[in-house]
């Protein structure tokens, strides 16, 4: 049963420390996405890879968030530092019909 | 303006009810269209992709594409409970990178 996994599932950690969120995407796909989902902006999106290679991040703050896919069944979406504008749920999608994985809650007090 | 404008409801229907769910647009580049089905705290979840104008049924579901209203819609027949969740519209462009543009979504409620 080929499935986007996303990890970790849970986050809560204080303003101004480091969160990295992982993403398996489903073997075979050549695209994945990055957003992020809250209740005020919807799903935004933050990033998109073709062939590992970065196409668009114009969605992403550059200053504090970074991503990148280090091999084909990695992608990792980095705050450094976090801070509580950051709360929300992120999703990582693969494929063109965007398969969804299952979110990354994240807290930041 | 957004580029894609749908209703955030809620929309409560009684069970066995024909939902009506749309999405309006204002890219006409757009040619593919995508609906989502999201539970809560749940990824969303592709439930029919159309491209272009026209109509497509998957069961209980049918997808239309109005292009030239800049209009698209998905209707749920026999709506049952499991069918409450929040329902996302997203379009994208076609060539290129497919990058789609997402509605805030609709979230619909049916009750017994």
């Known amino acids: 049963d080929a499935r986007v996994t996303q990890t970790p599932r849970h986050k809560v950690t204080e303003m101004g420390q480091e969160v990295t969120m992982r993403c398996q995407p489903i073997?075979?796909?050549?695209?994945v996405f990055w957003y992020r989902q809250t209740m005020m902006q919807g799903l935004e999106l933050l990033a998109y890879?073709?062939?590992?290679?970065?196409?668009?991040d114009s969605g992403m703050p550059k200053d504090r968030f970074s991503a990148e896919m280090p091999d084909a069944t990695l992608a990792t979406l980095k705050i450094q530092p976090s801070e509580p504008r950051d709360s929300a749920v992120y999703f990582c999608?693969?494929?063109?019909?965007?398969?969804f994985g299952p979110g990354t809650r994240l807290t930041v007090l | 303006q957004k580029e894609v404008e749908q209703d955030p409801g809620p929309l409560s229907v009684p069970e066995g009810a024909i939902v009506s769910l749309n999405c309006t647009y204002s890219?006409?580049?757009?040619?593919?269209f995508m609906w989502y089905r999201q539970y809560s705290r749940k990824g969303p979840e592709l439930l029919m992709y159309?491209?272009?104008?026209g109509n497509k049924e998957d069961g209980r579901f049918t997808a239309q594409v109005d292009k030239s209203s800049k209009y698209i819609s998905l209707f749920i027949r026999d709506s049952q409970p499991s069918d409450s969740a929040t329902y996302l519209c997203?379009?994208?462009?076609?060539?290129?990178?497919?990058?789609?543009?997402f509605g805030r979504g609709t979230s619909l409620i049916v009750h017994p």
């Open positions: 890879f073709r062939n590992r290679a970065p196409l668009d």
């Open positions: 159309t491209y272009s104008s």
């Open positions: 999608a693969s494929g063109f019909e965007q398969f």
């Open positions: 890219n006409s580049a757009f040619q593919y």
């Open positions: 997203a379009m994208s462009r076609s060539g290129g990178s497919y990058i789609p543009t």
């Open positions: 073997l075979g796909h050549n695209t």
